[in-house]
């Protein structure tokens, strides 16, 4: 806080003024510092407003850094799932590569053994026609 020092002494008729010319009637302020006072007054609730406003500024950071905490803890956990869930679908589409390839090789089986039957048959029926 700036203190006002004067540089010179105050003139001779204030100094001669008697202490009930230099008070206020009302509040009993000296006139001499009234004006100091009130500006400190002002300086006083501008400060305390300033100070509302960091202790809120403190608060929201608290929250904030909170809220950071949390949502980190929430990545976190959504990594571990995405891996999770990662390697699963890893893990099916290998089944699925497998058992797809089963199938050809079934397809392929099933193909050849229905060539073969039509050559039975058709063995069958020429057997049938040469010996009836």
Do not use: W
């Amino acid at each position: 806080m700036d203190r006002h020092i004067p540089v010179h002494a105050l003139p001779e008729e204030i100094q001669k003024m008697l202490p009930e010319e230099k008070v206020c009637k009302y509040c009993g302020v000296s006139y001499l510092i009234l004006h100091e006072f009130k500006a400190m007054e002002e300086k006083v609730k501008a400060m305390e407003k300033e100070m509302k406003f960091y202790q809120g500024s403190v608060d929201r950071e608290k929250r904030l850094q909170e809220k950071l905490h949390s949502l980190n803890q929430e990545l976190e956990q959504y990594k571990i799932d995405s891996k999770s869930k990662t390697e699963r679908i890893y893990n099916v589409g290998m089944q699925l590569k497998n058992q797809q390839n089963e199938f050809q090789k079934v397809e392929k089986q099933l193909s050849h053994l229905q060539d073969e039957l039509k050559i039975k048959y058709r063995q069958s029926y020429i057997f049938r026609l040469c010996f009836c």
